[in-house]
C-alpha cells in the first residue's frame, strides 16, 4: 500500500507536474472561494436583497468595462519565447489599463445624467465615479496574475487570489454590520486594491529586474504584434461580456432590484467558486496547450484528458447541488431568501456546462482563431439580445426570461466545447 501512495505521488505529484500545478490552484482558490461563501449567511442577514441587486449592477459596469481595460494583452503574456517580450507585455497593458481607466471619467463626468437614466442606473447615484478605480484594479490583478502564470509561479497566483477574497469579504462584513448601504461595493474595491499592494511588493523585492529591460521601442512592436487582441479578443469579449452583463441591467429595468439581489446571489453562489476552480484549471492548461502547440502544432491529448477528468469531476458535484439548494436556501441565507432557491437550480444547470467552457476554452487564443472568438462572442450578444427583445414585447414573467436566457448559453457553451475539439487537432481558423 505504501508504495502503490509512493507511485501516485511520483507519477503525478512531482514538482511541475500538470496535476499538482492545477492542486496549488485549487487549494488556493478552494480557500479564496470558500470564504465569500461561507460568510454569505451573515451578509444575506446585514444586506437586502436590494443591495445585493445594486452591486450586481454595479460590478455589470465594472465587468463590461474591464474587458477592454488592458486590450487583452495579459493573455500574450504566456506566449512569447522569451521573457524579455513577456515582462515588456506586462507593462504595456498597465499602462494601456491606466490610460483607458482615466478615460472612463470621461462619459460620466459629462454624460452623467444621460448614462443614469439610460441604462437605469439611478440606485447607483454617485457611486458610478468609482467605477474607473475598479476598472484599473481588477484590470492589474489579473494582468499580475498572467505574468505569475508565464513564470509558473502558481502559489503566488493562489496566495493573490486568497488576499483579494480575504480582504473583500471581511471588508463587506464590517460595512454591512455598520449599515453602510455600498458596502459591498467599497468593500470589493477596496479587497483587490489591498491584494494588488501586496502583489507589487512581492514583485519589487522579488521579480524587478526582468523588469527594467523594456522600452518604447520594445512596447510599440508588441503592441503591433499582437494588435489582433484588443481588435478581435477584446472586441470579442466586449461583446462575450455585454452578454453576460446585460440580464443584470434588464433585470433591474423590467422587473426590480429585489428579484435582481436573487438572481445576483444564485449566479454568485454558483459562479465564484466554479469560476475560481474553473480558472485554476484554465490557467495551467493554457500554459501546457500553448508549450504543446508551440512544439508539436496540436495538444489532442491534452484536451481529451483534461476535458474527461473536469467532465468526471464535475457531473455527480452539480446533481448533490441541484438537488439540495430547496433545503439549504432557507436554512443557510434566511428565510427572506426563500425565492432564491429555483433561480439557484436553473443556473446550476448551466454552471456544470460554463464549468467547463472555463477550464478549456483557451485553445482559440493559443491558435489565433481570433476571428472565431469574436464571432461566438457576437452570436451570443444577438441571441441574448433576441430574448430580451421578445421578454420587453410579449411582457414575459422573469422565470420564463431566466429559461431562455439559461438555454441559449448552455447551445453555445456546448457549441464552444466541439470547436475547441476541433483546433486542439492543429486546425486553425483565419486569424
Avoid at 178 to 187: K, R, S, V
Avoid at 299 to 319: D, V
Avoid at 342 to 364: L, R, S, W
Avoid at 413 to 431: P, Q, R, V
Amino acid at each position: 500500500m505504501i508504495d502503490f501512495f509512493k507511485n501516485i505521488k511520483s507519477k503525478y505529484l512531482i514538482k511541475g507536474s500538470f496535476i499538482r500545478q492545477v492542486g496549488t490552484l485549487s487549494f488556493g482558490t478552494s480557500i479564496a472561494q470558500f470564504l465569500p461563501i461561507a460568510i454569505s449567511p451573515i451578509l444575506t442577514r446585514v444586506y437586502t436583497p436590494e443591495q445585493f441587486g445594486i452591486s450586481a449592477l454595479f460590478f455589470s459596469c465594472v465587468a463590461i468595462c474591464s474587458v477592454i481595460s488592458t486590450g487583452r494583452y495579459e493573455l500574450a503574456i504566456t506566449l512569447p519565447h522569451k521573457d524579455k517580450e513577456a515582462a515588456t507585455l506586462l507593462i504595456v497593458t498597465l499602462k494601456i489599463c491606466l490610460i483607458i481607466s482615466l478615460l472612463i471619467y470621461l462619459p460620466l463626468i459629462f454624460l452623467k445624467d444621460a448614462i443614469v437614466n439610460g441604462f437605469g442606473l439611478q440606485k447607483l447615484s454617485n457611486l458610478i465615479y468609482l467605477i474607473p478605480v475598479s476598472v484599473f484594479m481588477n484590470g492589474s490583478f489579473i494582468t499580475f496574475q498572467y505574468w505569475h502564470n508565464r513564470l509558473g509561479n502558481y502559489k503566488e497566483m493562489a496566495v493573490n487570489k486568497i488576499q483579494n477574497s480575504f480582504f473583500s469579504v471581511f471588508i463587506n462584513l464590517g460595512l454591512g454590520i455598520i449599515n453602510i448601504n455600498a458596502g459591498l461595493i467599497i468593500g470589493n474595491i477596496l479587497g483587490v486594491i489591498f491584494a494588488n499592494f501586496f502583489t507589487i511588493s512581492k514583485l519589487i523585492k522579488k521579480q524587478l529586474n526582468p523588469l527594467k529591460i523594456v522600452n518604447a521601442k520594445k512596447e510599440l512592436e508588441l503592441i503591433k504584434k499582437y494588435i489582433h487582441h484588443p481588435q478581435y479578443i477584446a472586441s470579442g469579449q466586449l461583446i462575450g461580456e455585454i452578454a453576460v452583463q446585460i440580464p443584470i441591467i434588464i433585470i433591474a429595468n423590467l422587473y426590480n432590484n429585489e428579484t435582481l439581489g436573487y438572481f445576483a446571489l444564485a449566479r454568485r453562489l454558483v459562479s465564484l467558486p466554479l469560476g475560481l476552480i474553473g480558472n485554476s484549471i484554465g490557467d495551467v492548461y493554457r500554459e501546457k496547450i500553448s508549450k504543446k502547440y508551440n512544439k508539436n502544432g496540436n495538444f489532442h491529448n491534452l484536451y481529451k484528458k483534461t476535458l474527461f477528468r473536469i467532465s468526471a469531476f464535475s457531473i455527480p458535484f452539480f446533481i448533490t447541488l441541484y438537488f439540495s439548494c430547496p433545503i439549504f436556501i432557507d436554512l443557510i441565507f434566511g428565510t427572506q431568501w426563500s425565492e432564491a432557491s429555483g433561480i439557484f437550480q436553473k443556473i446550476v444547470i448551466m454552471g456544470f456546462f460554463q464549468f467547463i467552457f472555463t477550464a478549456i476554452d483557451d485553445g482559440a487564443v493559443v491558435t489565433g482563431a481570433t476571428r472565431y472568438i469574436f464571432g461566438w462572442h457576437t452570436s451570443r450578444l444577438l441571441l441574448i439580445i433576441m430574448v430580451i427583445l421578445i421578454s420587453y414585447y410579449f411582457s414575459l414573467s422573469f422565470d420564463t426570461f431566466l429559461w431562455f436566457f439559461i438555454s441559449i448559453n448552455i447551445f453555445l457553451y456546448i457549441y464552444e466545447i466541439i470547436m475547441e475539439f476541433y483546433l486542439s487537432k492543429g486546425n486553425t481558423f483565419a486569424k
